[in-house]
């Protein structure tokens, strides 16, 4: 039996792919995303000293705001003006909702699609801009190098000077473990209407607790597209940022890179 199955952009197929896995799975995701990753840690130090806007795009179920409450106000004595939590899956989003947070907070919804569309989305956040922005688990999911480098633009405009932008890279290309949770794209193009010649190297379909029936779309920063990524991003964007510098260690499976607007 052929499949009828219209082929779209693969940037449009690849983000229902993923619509339909956190759809599907936010609640097992949301209990299997508890404590803060181990490079947040280390990002600490590099964030202004005056009460913080922070910025999370992609805040999942919010816990990046409890990492804010424990570590920077518990631990560190910073003040925090407000937070802005933003996330597409509105299941997670609810979750994150849900927090009571010592500081003002607004969870919105909202999908990298739009600016990627070159479409001017609202935001939250006011014109002031804030002082720490963050792609966290977020950037794996964006397909295509220009589609990710257009979206890191975006969001280094939206700091205020001395403000830092910050993403992590998911590493699971480089270690052996993840193989087995590789899915072939070829048992899925009919299904989800793929162009699998717009694939770029680096891209995946990964299972999730041993399921495999809802994939999910998964790409892999190598170190080449790392290094381009780290100069393009100073080379092209509207604001003036410094050379981008890592934080942190590899311990749990990412590498975070940070940017700090000069102007």
Request: charged content about 25%; overall charge negative.
């Amino acid at each position: 039996m052929t499949d009828n199955t219209p082929k779209r952009h693969l940037a449009q197929a690849l983000d229902e792919i993923n619509r339909r896995f956190y759809d599907r799975f936010a609640d097992s995701f949301h209990q299997s995303r508890v404590h803060g990753w181990a490079g947040w840690y280390e990002i600490v130090d590099q964030l202004p000293a005056h009460p913080l806007r922070i910025l999370d795009l992609g805040c999942g179920n919010g816990r990046l705001s409890q990492f804010v409450e424990t570590t920077l106000i518990d631990t560190h004595g910073h003040e925090i003006e407000h937070f802005y939590g933003l996330e597409r899956c509105r299941d997670l989003l609810a979750f994150a909702a849900q927090r009571n947070t010592p500081f003002p907070a607004t969870w919105s919804e909202w999908s990298w699609a739009p600016v990627l569309n070159d479409q001017s989305p609202a935001l939250a956040v006011d014109h002031e801009g804030v002082d720490w922005v963050t792609l966290f688990g977020i950037m794996h999911h964006v397909y295509g190098y220009e589609r990710r480098l257009k979206l890191l633009i975006w969001a280094a405009a939206h700091l205020r000077v001395g403000g830092v932008l910050t993403i992590s890279l998911w590493d699971f290309g480089a270690h052996e473990k993840w193989d087995k949770k590789k899915l072939p794209w070829v048992d899925y193009a009919e299904s989800h209407g793929l162009d699998l010649t717009q694939l770029e190297p680096g891209d995946f379909l990964l299972g999730w607790s041993g399921m495999s029936d809802t994939p999910r779309y998964c790409h892999w920063v190598s170190r080449e597209e790392e290094q381009r990524m780290l100069n393009d991003v100073v080379a092209n964007a509207a604001v003036g940022l410094s050379a981008g510098f890592r934080a942190g260690n590899e311990g749990d499976l990412n590498r975070y890179w940070c940017w700090k607007r000069t102007s």
